[in-house]
Structure formats: C-alpha cells, structure tokens
C-alpha cells in the first residue's frame, strides 16, 4: 500500500457499523434520536359540497277505484305503507302530493315537478297483447 492511501479503503464497509452505531463524537456514544418531523399540514382543499338530498319516496299506494257522484269524482286509495284506506278528490293533499286529475280510468297525483299516475287497471302478464282483437273462431263444426 502507498503511504499516501487512505487506511479506510481497505475496510469492508459491512465491519464497520460501529461508527454508525456508536458515534465517535457522541458523549454517550449512542445514536442521537431520530429529529422530529412537523407534522406537514393538509393541503387546503375546498369544502365538500353537501351530498344531494335524496328524493322522498314515490307515494307508496293503490287506487282501489274511481266514484261518481253529484259533487265530483273521488278516488278511492289503499295506503300500502299502514293499509288504511281513503277516499281523496281533485285538489285534496295526501301525504305532501296533491290530487291534480281524475277521470275515469286514472288519477295523477304532483308535487313540485314530479307527479305519479295511478291507472284504475293495470296490465297483467297474461293479459291478450291486443285486448281489442276478436276472440279467435273455433275450429270445431
């Protein structure tokens, strides 16, 4: 080796974790603690927006059927929600939506923008697809 070599260089850095474990010029001759961090405040972000209200519920019932009468047409209705059953006509509130037609073959109850129909009859699944069609001929003499 050269006198003007480093003596060091010929270490295996692996042996010498000492140095790194235990300080020289450490009076205890321990690592110093880690430095605390600050914590690093949140970026500023805008406020979450309120979630949308979700909307109420359809009106959960069934119009049972439609009365003539003297005064006007009332509607008969079934509340599904506690089975009560009331009697409503054009103009009257029930349960925030308000009766706003009813003929013969159906009722139209709005609130705010929104309105539901509620038709006397509804199609069944085993209903004819053209109801007006003449019943087929038999085919027995």
Same mark, same amino acid.
């Given at each position: 080796?050269?006198?003007?070599?480093?003596?060091?260089?010929?270490?295996?850095?692996?042996?010498?974790?000492?140095?790194?474990?235990?300080?020289?010029?450490?009076?205890?001759?321990?690592?110093?603690?880690?430095?605390?961090r600050e914590p690093v405040?949140?970026?500023?972000?805008?406020?979450?927006?309120?979630?949308?209200?979700?909307?109420?519920?359809?009106?959960?019932?069934?119009?049972?059927?439609?009365?003539?009468?003297?005064?006007?047409?009332?509607?008969?209705?079934?509340?599904?929600?506690?089975?009560?059953?009331?009697?409503?006509?054009?103009? %009257?509130?029930?349960?925030?939506?308000?009766?706003?037609?009813?003929?013969?073959?159906?009722?139209?109850?709005?609130?705010?923008? %929104?309105?539901?129909?509620?038709?006397?009859?509804?199609?069944?699944?085993?209903?004819?697809?053209?109801?007006?069609?003449?019943?087929?001929?038999?085919?027995?003499?």
């Amino acid at each position: 080796m050269s006198p003007g070599a480093n003596l060091l260089s010929t270490f295996d850095p692996a042996s010498l974790t000492g140095f790194r474990d235990r300080p020289l010029f450490s009076p205890t001759r321990r690592r110093p603690p880690a430095p605390e961090r600050e914590p690093v405040p949140a970026p500023e972000t805008e406020p979450e927006a309120a979630p949308a209200a979700e909307p109420d519920p359809p009106l959960n019932i069934r119009l049972l059927g439609i009365v003539g009468t003297p005064e006007g047409l009332t509607a008969l209705v079934l509340d599904l929600d506690d089975e009560t059953r009331h009697s409503l006509s054009p103009g %009257e509130t029930f349960h925030g939506w308000t009766v706003a037609t009813l003929d013969g073959t159906e009722m139209v109850m709005t609130r705010g923008g %929104e309105s539901q129909d509620f038709p006397v009859f509804t199609p069944t699944d085993n209903a004819p697809e053209d109801a007006t069609a003449p019943p087929a001929e038999d085919a027995t003499p």
